[in-house]
């Protein structure tokens, strides 16, 4: 049995073991972890010039916070946060922005190219458009008086998109409870983590056409705040009036949204099934008086939400436009 080590040449095991040394860093490379000092040598200023950027932005219009926020959602719920919902559609290709939950809907598209652009001269082909909505996204919050959370960084961006899956795959304000739950939980989220992260309607605005059915006809809902929203959302016609999703503070990140459901005056239909006797209504109790437990709680989750099966290593690429693919 000692004759086997006759069939291979002495020098064979160190090839083997330096093959296998390169096979490591090849896979380790495919699947690096993201870090939090990722551009700290490849361009120390990136998240100043992020932060700068978005403080100027949401100071200008702070509804722009919202929607920053909500752009990274959005990317990070179809196959990962990839950068995917940033690509234009073209002739020969179909992304994200005309799926269901976006069109009409998602904004900051511009806010995020200026930023990419800012970015280039600074360090050219370095900073991905995925990294670049998640700092955005921490830096809006911050900017609207929320937590703060370390963003992990070393997403690269896809070379793809997928409208089916953005038409799946991102939860639909008609759902029940169990479907958020659902929806959640296929991208790995307890329940409670969905209640937490479900604070970000906190900030933000929602148009007529998605909360019509709740202020019309449902009946968990307070009578003097339905009533209120009638004005604003007729029965036909107006589907794009905006009203606040947070009622009570719609430029502030606190807990208010909490207390709002409390009281019957969630917005959407999605919002009140977290508290409408079921298994979820502690939790939104506990956020409404305790904004600390909120808040570490919603970073926690968004640093969750940030890791969803990012590109890293030598997968995806580094765009130099966001709305498309390089051509190189
Ligand atoms: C729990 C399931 C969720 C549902 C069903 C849902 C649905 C919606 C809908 C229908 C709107 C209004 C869109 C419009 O009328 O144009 C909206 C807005 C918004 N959503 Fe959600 N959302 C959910 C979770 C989240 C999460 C997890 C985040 C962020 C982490 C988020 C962030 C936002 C923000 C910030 C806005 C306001 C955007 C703006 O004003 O531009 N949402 N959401
Ligand atoms: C942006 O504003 C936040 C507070 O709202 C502040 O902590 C941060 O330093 C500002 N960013 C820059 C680059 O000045
Ligand atoms: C798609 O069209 C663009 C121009 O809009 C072109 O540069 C690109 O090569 C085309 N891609 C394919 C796969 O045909
Ligand atoms: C929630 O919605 C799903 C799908 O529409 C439905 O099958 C289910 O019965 C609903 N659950 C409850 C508790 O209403
Ligand atoms: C309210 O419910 C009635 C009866 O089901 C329906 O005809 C009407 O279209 C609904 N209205 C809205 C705004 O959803």
Redesign the pocket.
């Known amino acids: 049995m000692a004759a086997h080590t006759t069939y291979f040449p002495p020098n064979t095991f160190p090839d083997l073991k330096l093959s296998f040394l390169l096979l490591s860093i090849l896979v380790g490379m495919a699947s690096a972890q993201l870090s939090s000092n990722f551009y700290a040598t490849s361009c120390p200023n990136a998240l100043t010039t992020i932060s700068a950027a978005v403080n100027t932005t949401v100071s200008n219009e702070k509804r722009m916070g919202a929607s920053l926020l909500r752009l990274h959602f959005h990317d990070c719920f179809v196959n990962g946060c990839d950068a995917s919902i940033l690509l234009d559609d073209?002739?020969?290709?179909t992304g994200e922005k005309t799926a269901l939950p976006n069109a009409n809907s998602i904004r900051g598209f511009d806010v995020i190219d200026t930023i990419k652009s800012q970015l280039e001269s600074l360090c050219p082909n370095v900073v991905s458009c995925a990294d670049i909505v998640a700092v955005a996204a921490r830096d809006s919050v911050v900017a609207l008086g929320g937590p703060s959370w370390t963003v992990q960084l070393g997403r690269r961006d896809s070379t793809t998109a997928s409208l089916s899956t953005a038409n799946t795959d991102i939860p639909a304000p008609r759902l029940n409870l169990s479907g958020l739950i659902t929806s959640f939980s296929n991208k790995g989220f307890t329940a409670n983590e969905m209640v937490a992260l479900s604070g970000s309607h906190t900030i933000g605005q929602a148009r007529c056409t998605n909360f019509r059915t709740r202020i019309y006809n449902e009946t968990n809902i307070d009578s003097t705040f339905a009533a209120s929203l009638r004005g604003n959302c007729p029965s036909t016609g107006g589907d794009s009036n905006l009203s606040p999703l947070d009622v009570t503070s719609p430029t502030s990140f606190d807990n208010a949204y909490y207390s709002n459901l409390v009281s019957q005056k969630g917005l959407l239909h999605s919002d009140q099934q977290l508290f409408n006797g079921g298994s979820t209504d502690a939790l939104v109790n506990t956020y409404s008086s305790n904004l600390g437990r909120f808040t570490t709680d919603f970073s926690n989750g968004m640093v969750k939400m940030g890791n969803l099966s990012p590109l890293t290593g030598s997968n995806g690429q580094i765009r130099t436009n966001c709305r498309s693919v390089n051509?190189g």
């Open positions: 073209t002739s020969n290709f051509s």
